[in-house]
């Protein structure tokens, strides 16, 4: 089984630039989630997907950055404009379809590495 | 208040030496426990995982964890640590209902040769 995949794997820009990331999760799973970890710390979620539909995005900073998952699959997060602070490596993970009485396992793909210059 | 506490932010452990990485938690709720690794430069990669049963866990690369309830406790061990153990390890609880993750805040792992 392919795991969640996510490019690019690592990207240099400078502030006030804009980029991009890509995530793919694994098959079949309904639900995505974007988290940013800043180094020395651990992963703080920005989003959350329940198939297209967003369920949490309560600490995402919407004045500059978005997401969208498109046909309940891909999704796309983006920044816009960077700013120094904005430096970490921006991680996604995907869980399969709820069980209503437990949690789920998260899975994570590799993190893509975001230097502002 | 939901939390995750792993009071050792560095540990120093000689290779071949027992391991064992403390995590309490603070949940009103059944807890779901897992501990994730996390290799310089990579992502995250799931050790273990409890949900229900057996108190004590076997994960890959030959980790176990324990769940004690009374204690709030669910520490992370291993018998003789390998160099490419070295790590930081997180201890999560997943939330029922809302299917979220909160993270403790990582115990990196350092081996000596």
């Known amino acids: 089984e392919a795991g969640v995949a996510q490019s690019p794997r690592y990207k240099i820009i400078e502030k006030r630039q804009s980029v991009a990331f890509w995530c793919n999760p694994i098959?079949?799973?309904?639900?995505l989630y974007w988290y940013q970890q800043i180094l020395g710390q651990g992963p703080k979620l920005l989003i959350q997907?329940?198939?297209?539909?967003?369920?949490?995005d309560s600490q995402l900073p919407k004045d500059r950055f978005s997401a969208e998952r498109l046909k309940g699959v891909d999704s796309t997060l983006k920044i816009q404009p960077a700013k120094l602070e904005d430096s970490a490596v921006y991680l996604c993970?995907?869980?399969?379809?709820?069980?209503?009485?437990?949690?789920?396992?998260?899975?994570f793909g590799p993190g893509t590495r975001l230097l502002v210059l | 208040a939901q939390s995750v506490t792993q009071p050792d932010i560095h540990i120093t452990v000689s290779e071949g030496a027992s391991l064992e990485l403390r995590c309490n938690y603070s949940?009103?709720?059944?807890?779901?426990l897992f501990w994730y690794v996390q290799s310089p430069g990579q992502g995250l990669q799931l050790l273990l995982k409890?949900?229900?049963?057996?108190?004590l866990v076997q994960g890959i690369k030959g980790f176990e964890a324990e769940f004690k309830r009374s204690q709030s406790s669910f520490n992370l061990r291993k018998p003789s640590v390998h160099w490419s153990d070295a790590a930081e390890y997180f201890c999560?609880?997943?939330?029922?209902?809302?299917?979220?993750?909160?993270f403790g805040t990582g115990t990196r792992l350092k081996v000596l040769a």
């Open positions: 098959s079949g799973h309904a639900t």
């Open positions: 993970a995907s869980s399969p379809p709820k069980n209503p009485l437990a949690s789920e396992t998260q899975y």
């Open positions: 997907f329940q198939n297209n539909g967003v369920v949490d």
């Open positions: 949940y009103g709720a059944t807890p779901y």
């Open positions: 409890y949900f229900s049963g057996d108190t």
């Open positions: 999560v609880i997943g939330t029922s209902g809302t299917y979220k993750y909160i």
